[in-house]
């Protein structure tokens, strides 16, 4: 088993920059691509970033393109998501994910793992 934590979210005003940590415990030798997802209130859960094992490859959504980056820190089993120009509409939970074969996926049902999530609220 893999155990996902994820930090650093919080209150932020819309313009503003967050960045959260997502820390990997268990068997994280098997742990191969990493991505974030965000869920709002009444919305399903959606693709936010991903990254591959190496980090030399990543994909984002459309809407936090050039304002997301995401990055991988594997002596340390922690991936990150930097966050700047925020807007209201990024208000969500933020999850990472992990799975344990192929690459970054945009697909919910393709990740093995994840963390419990964490408040991130930008106010405008």
């Known amino acids: 088993q893999v155990q996902l934590g994820e930090s650093g979210g919080g209150l932020v005003q819309a313009g503003g920059s967050l960045r959260l940590s997502c820390a990997a415990s268990?068997?994280?030798?098997?742990?191969?691509?990493m991505g974030w997802f965000r869920q709002a209130p009444g919305k399903e859960r959606e693709f936010v970033a991903a990254i591959t094992y190496s980090g030399g490859s990543s994909d984002y959504a459309d809407s936090v393109k050039g304002r997301f980056t995401i990055s991988r820190d594997n002596a340390k089993n922690t991936v990150y998501l930097q966050m700047g120009s925020l807007k209201p509409e990024d208000t969500a939970v933020y999850y990472c994910?992990?799975?344990?074969?192929?690459?970054?996926?945009?697909?919910?049902?393709?990740?093995?793992?994840w963390g419990q999530g964490t408040q991130v609220t930008v106010s405008s």
């Open positions: 994910a992990a799975r344990t074969i192929g690459r970054g996926s945009r697909y919910y049902d393709d990740y093995d793992y």
């Open positions: 268990g068997r994280t030798f098997s742990v191969r691509a």
